[in-house]
């Protein structure tokens, strides 16, 4: 019996792999496991290499481990890349349709996937079905589960669908069954049900849905189109309003004139998009208007590797775009973060009248994990500070740019009211007419930046500290679930370690940061990028150095073992 | 009802003899004449001398970045669709910058009227050629002439079937406030081509060559059908001798026009019970 199991499923874009790691993912976690799901593809619509490695335990899931127990062979090219990783004991399913010269004996399983969906009455397209079957049916598990979810899968394509998928199914359990016995065996769940297993782009999109965003504009670029996708697919009916723009400079724009108007709005895009955004960023910090924008990032520079993952557009994110203005930039870790932070920057957009950035990356958007479930009842509307009956009322006196202590003017929205709403990406007075008036100028820029207090005390870290610890581990976004295990495994060995992991990167919590750090061993980051972006924002805006970096910019992510060979 | 007055902003900035003072005289008259408040209009621009319009009226503004006004425009069509909807600008903000923006806003054909100032010249950056410049058309940038193609906006709006193409010209007041009216109504996008006199940097496309050139397509053939597509695009054709003014183009596609009941925008932010969405994910 283990804690925990990895699978790897491997084959060329478009035979299915996605749909085998989803299923079993499905039916671990729905039988009580925990499952992170790794996926790794090439851009391209069919051929190459693309796997998906699961990562099933009774423990923590929250990033990949190395090594494979189970590999579902597609195709002869994965046998040959991933046999070096195989454990010991580890069980090999291949199709024997399409993989001509593969081991024969107990290691090796092959499967005629296609002519056995053919004697089931299914379609050759249900191979991976076949292949599910037999990767459970080695496992030792019972199949209920899995029809279960191969019925909830293929529900909207009908019940002949359904029957069929889960006839063949049974035939790949069927041959798997005899294999079983010397088959790696799983520790029996913990039990809990009503978990979810969701990506990082899910999590956001329906923090943005909880939230009541209501327009969201975007171009298609990989990693961040799904959230477009399934705002397209669940928002619509629940009023947002999605379109598809020309350009990234076209959805930022749009994104911008549906927030002036009085709409909760977002764009999203990977870096090159974010990049082409970079000029409208400024024109919300100037206009005051709130705007949320997701940046999933992925290596650059220029095209750099599309499906693969970096996060080497820390201090670009922060000054992106010319001339000073405030904004915020927050950095989820995981699912959970990814929905709270997502839900909390409208309020943040909306409180601050300004620019709201949600740092992600391919590891993030992409991967999938076990959840407890999301902190939905935690969500919040909160629209800021908006104008009342009498201001609505005042025509053409409104002050859209009122100088205020706080710095944050009450916001009106064209058609409320007789109060008319001017803004300009020129400075401007109070009114919102253009002014080239040096004292009003400055007051401006001063009236801008206090709103950054409207933060308050608002925690931008997460901390799990250890007194006396040697290390401490710092890091930011998806690097934190490997992180959080590298600290339990070193824990585990003796050693004691601190970590922090940054969620808001931008303002920079200063003092929360010091606090956590002061006392404590060397200053370690852990960051996917070739620089140490993280440790020069925390040498610019606290003077500490880190001691040590750990970097990784290969377009893979990091895992725990990573870390804690580097340190 | 609305008077003229009622639209009257600040201080222009613009040079004395400027088309752009008629043509701000013909949005008031035209806005006016329509019976529209101020604050039941929206006017958005980018950068340039005709981008600064909207600060020199009294309604709804939102003054962007050079060649995206078109853009702005859309996301707030988008989620309101009881304001009246003005888009302002030149020949450099919308056809340069904002090329790609035009073309995609006619495909689109969201409800927005599209007033472009075409002075066929860079004023605000002091004279340089535009890509509505005529050929041999000299300035600063081209001192052997223009020697690319004029870019020509009637025609490209037809191509993509526009809802409304118009052309007028800033010397004829009543005639462009007609058609910045029909423009208003036209329910889809609009796209109308104002001609007008930089009289600093253009010393050939004058008000004088406008009206010498300019032919009333009405007056010329009452039995000119503006739905007639091949014909229409025929007369967006005609440049070198003289060419047309009025209504060149009606499309017949149906636009985009979101619902005039209370606009999305205006909405009380839903607090949305994401819980059955989340079936999907067990």
Redesign the interface.
């Known amino acids: 019996m283990a804690k925990e199991l990895s699978i790897l499923i491997g084959g060329e874009a478009g035979q299915g792999i996605q749909s085998i790691g989803q299923v079993l993912a499905?039916s671990f976690?729905?039988s009580g496991w925990r499952v992170f799901a790794l996926q790794d593809f090439e851009s391209r619509i069919r051929g190459g290499h693309a796997f998906t490695r699961l990562r099933v335990t009774t423990g923590e899931a929250q990033c990949h481990a190395p090594g494979i127990d189970i590999l579902v062979a597609l195709n002869a090219e994965t046998i040959g890349l991933h046999r070096g990783e195989l454990n010991d004991g580890a069980r090999v399913i291949y199709d024997s349709g399409r993989v001509k010269e593969a081991e024969t004996g107990a290691a090796f399983l092959g499967l005629d996937l296609a002519g056995i969906c053919r004697e089931s009455s299914g379609s050759s397209a249900m191979a991976n079905t076949v292949a599910t079957g037999a990767a459970w049916a080695m496992l030792g598990l019972d199949t209920p589960v899995v029809e279960a979810v191969l019925e909830s899968t293929f529900a909207r394509r009908g019940l002949e669908t359904v029957n069929k998928n889960i006839a063949v199914l049974r035939a790949g359990y069927a041959l798997g069954r005899p294999y079983s016995q010397a088959a790696p065996r799983l520790d029996p769940p913990d039990g809990r049900a009503?978990?979810?297993?969701?990506s990082g782009a899910?999590a956001v999109a329906?923090g943005a849905?909880?939230?009541?965003v209501?327009?969201y504009?975007a171009y298609p670029m990989t990693p961040a189109t799904s959230v477009m996708e399934y705002l397209i697919r669940?928002g619509r009916e629940?009023?947002v309003?999605v379109?598809q723009?020309?350009?990234e400079?076209?959805?930022i724009?749009?994104?911008?004139?549906?927030?002036?108007?009085?709409?909760?709005?977002m764009t999203g895009t990977s870096g090159g998009g974010f990049a082409l955004m970079s000029?409208?960023l400024g024109?919300a910090g100037c206009?005051e208007i709130p705007l949320v924008v997701l940046n999933a990032q992925r290596p650059g520079p220029a095209t750099g590797m599309p499906t693969r993952t970096e996060q080497a557009d820390l201090l670009f994110a922060l000054f992106a775009s010319h001339g000073e203005f405030p904004r915020v930039v927050l950095a989820p870790d995981g699912p959970e973060s990814a929905f709270r932070l997502t839900a909390e920057a409208f309020n943040l957009a909306d409180r601050l009248q300004a620019p709201v950035i949600i740092l992600t990356d391919h590891h993030l958007m992409d991967s999938y994990w076990t959840v407890e479930?999301?902190p939905?009842g935690e969500?919040s509307?909160d629209?800021g500070v908006l104008a009342g009956p009498e201001e609505l009322a005042s025509?053409?006196n409104y002050l859209r740019y009122r100088i205020t202590p706080s710095g944050v003017s009450p916001r009106a929205?064209?058609?409320?009211?007789?109060?008319?709403?001017?803004?300009?990406?020129?400075e401007h007075d109070q009114s919102?007419?253009?002014t080239e008036e040096p004292g009003l100028r400055s007051a401006m820029v001063d009236k801008r930046w206090r709103k950054l207090e409207q933060l308050g005390d608002r925690s931008g870290l997460e901390c799990d500290l250890q007194d006396g610890a040697d290390t401490v581990l710092v890091g930011w976004g998806s690097t934190g679930g490997a992180l959080r295990e590298a600290v339990r495994m070193r824990r585990a060995g003796g050693a004691k370690t601190s970590l922090v992991l940054l969620t808001c990167l931008w303002p920079f919590p200063e003092a929360q940061f010091r606090q956590a750090v002061e006392g404590q061993g060397r200053l370690v980051s852990v960051e996917g990028n070739s620089l140490g972006q993280l440790a020069r924002l925390v040498r610019m805006e606290t003077g500490l150095r880190a001691d040590h970096q750990v970097l990784r910019y290969d377009g893979r992510a990091f895992c725990a073992r990573d870390i804690l060979e580097k340190l | 009802m609305p008077t003229l007055n009622d639209y009257k902003g600040?201080e222009t900035t613009w040079c004395p003899g400027c088309g752009n003072f008629a043509i701000l005289t013909g949005i008031r008259q035209a806005l006016t004449g329509l019976g529209l408040?101020?604050?039941?209009v929206?006017v958005?621009s980018g950068i340039g001398q005709a981008a600064?319009l909207?600060?020199y009226t009294?309604?709804?503004?939102?003054?962007?970045?050079h060649g995206?006004a078109?853009?702005?425009?859309?996301?707030?069509?988008?989620?309101?669709g009881?304001?009246k909807m003005i888009v302002v600008g030149g020949d450099g903000d919308g056809f340069a910058e904002g090329g790609?923006?035009f073309?995609?806003a006619v495909r689109r054909n969201v409800d927005l009227a599209y007033f472009v100032h075409n002075n066929q010249v860079y004023g605000l950056t002091k004279g340089q050629a535009s890509p509505t410049s005529d050929r041999g058309f000299v300035t600063g940038t081209t001192p052997e002439g223009v020697v690319h193609g004029r870019f020509n906006p009637a025609g490209v709006a037809i191509a993509l079937d526009a809802a409304f193409v118009g052309r007028t010209h800033s010397g004829d007041m009543q005639h462009m406030v007609r058609m910045m009216t029909l423009a208003l109504q036209a329910g889809g996008f609009a796209l109308l081509e104002i001609l007008q006199p930089c009289v600093t940097y253009n010393k050939v496309n004058t008000l004088k060559w406008y009206r010498e050139k300019a032919y009333d397509l009405e007056t010329a053939d009452p039995s000119y059908d503006p739905t007639d597509r091949e014909a229409a695009f025929r007369k967006s054709l005609e440049w070198e001798d003289r060419f047309p003014i009025g209504v060149l183009y009606r499309g017949t596609r149906p636009a985009v026009v979101p619902g005039k009941d209370e606009?999305?925008?205006?909405?009380t932010?839903?607090?949305?019970?994401?819980?059955p969405?989340?079936d999907e994910?067990?």
């Open positions: 499905r976690t729905r009503g978990r979810l297993f969701l899910d329906l849905l909880a939230a009541g209501s327009f504009s669940h629940r009023g309003v379109e723009a020309e350009d400079i076209a959805a724009n749009m994104a911008i004139g549906a927030s002036f108007m009085g709409a909760r709005s000029e409208a024109l206009t479930g999301l939905v969500v509307l629209r025509g053409q929205f064209p058609g409320q009211g007789t109060a008319l709403v001017c803004s300009t990406g020129d919102g007419h253009i | 600040i408040p101020p604050h039941e929206t958005f600064k909207p600060l009294r309604c709804h503004y939102l003054n962007g970045l995206r078109l853009p702005l425009a859309t996301g707030a069509r988008l989620v309101n009881r304001m790609n923006h073309l995609h606009p999305l925008a205006l909405q932010v839903p607090q949305r019970d994401i819980t969405l989340l994910f067990r």
